[in-house]
């Protein structure tokens, strides 16, 4: 037997990472681990996991675009091996992820390391439970009643710097799969985030570069009516999108960067209670040939580089009115 694990790569996906492959790897299992994100989760699939093994995918949200290839891979794995999918992402418009084949958790109420430390708290015991909290508080998802219980049986300041290197230093760490599926071993075995020295050290080169880019974002917002926005920040784009909300105070932040020539990532942050970015994503983004989706105070969009300008501007519009009408 062989367990493919599928994750993302941020703090949460990270530590439902490690939380499995603790509970697999305990067995003696031949655990390996996978870092994906929604628009190539079925590619990842295709080419990592064969029908047979134990696929477990956390953290990973269904993308509208795939999801007639998703149900029949999912399909397949759950009859030929098993297939574990748990996740907290809003579901798509067109689908119920509990009516998929496998073993589905799908609840957005909490972090996915909440989810996934629940779904395997017998094997894990309490002891984990502070690495799953890291993974909760790297997703602001750490005031669910199971979360705050939880801090308050470790002693918070510990748990909160913990949390800290951990998301700090994964932020530093992109596309380094290598080394994350390092960070994955080593919280596996509940080490402590900090005695990893290579994370520590990314983490505090980290914490000055935000410093930086947040001034770059007080000089660079642009702002449109409802929307303030930046174009390649230097860093990461979640924190570039709140700067730029709270600076361009407007209720939606945007930062977008063009890593591949021809599509514009970007990532967004809405106030809270004004707007379901989620919602108006998975709406507005495929007019413009794109995708998006995520939270609905967080999330994240791919445009083709033509129509980034036009998608803002129906974005901003599109927004404005859902706002006024509530
Ligand atoms: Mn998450």
């Not at 492959?21 to 190539?40: E, L």
């Not at 080490?191 to 080169?205: H, Q």
């Not at 947040?214 to 930046?230: D, G, H, M």
């Amino acid at each position: 037997m062989r367990v493919i694990c599928l994750v993302h790569g941020d703090s949460d996906g990270v530590v439902s990472g490690a939380l499995a492959y603790r509970v697999f790897s305990m067995k003696g299992v031949d655990t390996r681990v996978f870092f994906t994100h929604p628009a190539g989760l079925a590619e990842d699939l295709r080419a990592f996991a064969r029908p047979g093994d134990t696929v477990f995918i956390a953290d990973i949200a269904l993308s509208e675009q795939e999801l007639g290839e998703i149900t029949s891979l999912f399909e397949k794995y759950a009859a030929e091996g098993e297939l574990i999918y748990i996740d907290h992402h809003p579901e798509p418009l067109a689908l119920t992820p509990k009516k998929l084949p496998g073993t589905i958790i799908h609840d957005t109420c909490c972090s996915a390391s909440e989810l996934v430390y629940r779904f395997f708290e017998d094997k894990l015991g309490w002891e984990y439970s502070r690495v799953a909290l890291y993974g909760a508080i790297g997703d602001y998802l750490d005031e669910t009643p199971w979360a705050r219980r939880a801090v308050e049986e470790w002693d918070k300041r510990n748990i909160y710097f913990e949390a800290g290197v951990l998301s700090q230093g994964l932020e530093g760490s992109r596309r380094m799969h290598e080394f994350k599926r390092e960070i994955i071993k080593h919280l596996a075995e509940n080490k402590l985030p900090s005695s990893l020295s290579p994370l520590l050290v990314r983490a505090l080169i980290e914490a000055v570069a935000t410093e930086d880019m947040r001034k770059w974002v007080i000089r660079n917002t642009v702002k449109l009516r409802n929307i303030a926005y930046v174009v390649d920040p230097p860093g990461s784009l979640g924190k570039a999108a709140t700067y730029a909300r709270v600076y361009g105070e407007k209720p939606i932040g945007l930062a977008a960067a063009h890593h591949h020539r021809k599509i514009m990532n970007m990532s967004l942050r809405a106030r809270k209670n004004t707007i379901d970015l989620n919602k108006l994503l998975r709406t507005i983004a495929p007019r413009h040939g794109g995708t998006g989706g995520g939270h609905p105070y967080a999330a994240g969009a791919r445009i083709p580089l033509h129509q980034f300008k036009e998608f803002l501007e129906e974005l901003d519009k599109v927004a404005g009115e859902w706002m006024r009408n509530g």
